[in-house]
C-alpha cells in the first residue's frame, strides 16, 4: 500500500511539472490587428520568451479581416480543447465577441452577430493548418 501511495505521489508531481511547463508557453498579451499592422508581430509568453508571428499568416489575416474590426480582434487566438466522457472532442474559443467573429471569418469569411464560438475537430484543423503561428491551445 506504501508503494502505491509512493507511486501515486511520483506521477502527481510529473503531472504538475508538465502542466507548469505548458503555462510557460502560454501568451502573456494579446495584441490587436491595428498593432500587427503597424508592424509589431510578436508577443511575450509567460516565459518571458517572444512568440514571432508568420509574414504570410499575418498578410492574409489583415486582407480577409475588415479594417474596422482591427481594434477590437486581438492575436493569438486562444482554445480551450475538451472531451467529454462519450469520446467527443471539440474546441472552444477563449475570447469576447470579437475573437468568436474572428474565426468565423477566418472559417467562413464571413461573419454573424454571434460568432462561432465551439468548434469541431475537422474546424479546428482547418483553421490550425493555415494559421499555425497564430493559434495556442490550452487544455485545462
Same mark, same amino acid.
Given at each position: 500500500?506504501?508503494?502505491?501511495?509512493? !507511486?501515486?505521489?511520483?506521477?502527481?508531481?510529473?503531472?504538475?511539472? =508538465?502542466? !507548469?511547463? !505548458?503555462?510557460?508557453? *502560454?501568451?502573456?498579451? %494579446?495584441? =490587436?490587428?491595428?498593432? $500587427?499592422?503597424?508592424?509589431?508581430?510578436?508577443?511575450?509568453?509567460?516565459?518571458?520568451?517572444?512568440?514571432?508571428?508568420?509574414?504570410?499568416?499575418?498578410?492574409? $489575416?489583415? %486582407?480577409?479581416?475588415?479594417?474596422?474590426? *482591427?481594434?477590437?480582434?486581438?492575436?493569438?487566438?486562444?482554445? #480551450?480543447? =475538451?472531451?467529454?466522457?462519450?469520446? #467527443?472532442? *471539440?474546441? =472552444? $474559443?477563449?475570447?469576447?465577441?470579437? %475573437?468568436? #467573429?474572428? /474565426?468565423?471569418?477566418?472559417?467562413?469569411? %464571413?461573419?454573424?452577430?454571434?460568432?462561432?464560438?465551439?468548434?469541431? $475537430?475537422?474546424?479546428?484543423?482547418?483553421?490550425?493548418?493555415?494559421?499555425?503561428?497564430?493559434?495556442? /491551445? !490550452?487544455?485545462?
Amino acid at each position: 500500500m506504501e508503494h502505491d501511495d509512493k !507511486s501515486i505521489k511520483t506521477i502527481q508531481k510529473k503531472i504538475l511539472e =508538465n502542466i !507548469s511547463e !505548458s503555462q510557460k508557453l *502560454w501568451p502573456k498579451e %494579446q495584441i =490587436n490587428l491595428n498593432e $500587427v499592422f503597424n508592424g509589431k508581430t510578436n508577443i511575450l509568453l509567460a516565459s518571458n520568451e517572444l512568440h514571432e508571428f508568420d509574414n504570410e499568416e499575418i498578410k492574409e $489575416v489583415l %486582407q480577409i479581416v475588415p479594417q474596422y474590426f *482591427w481594434k477590437f480582434i486581438k492575436l493569438p487566438l486562444l482554445f #480551450r480543447y =475538451n472531451k467529454d466522457s462519450e469520446g #467527443r472532442s *471539440w474546441y =472552444n $474559443v477563449l475570447g469576447d465577441l470579437w %475573437q468568436r #467573429r474572428f /474565426v468565423e471569418i477566418l472559417l467562413t469569411g %464571413q461573419y454573424s452577430l454571434d460568432g462561432i464560438e465551439e468548434l469541431d $475537430v475537422e474546424m479546428f484543423l482547418k483553421i490550425l493548418k493555415k494559421y499555425k503561428s497564430l493559434i495556442f /491551445v !490550452s487544455i485545462a
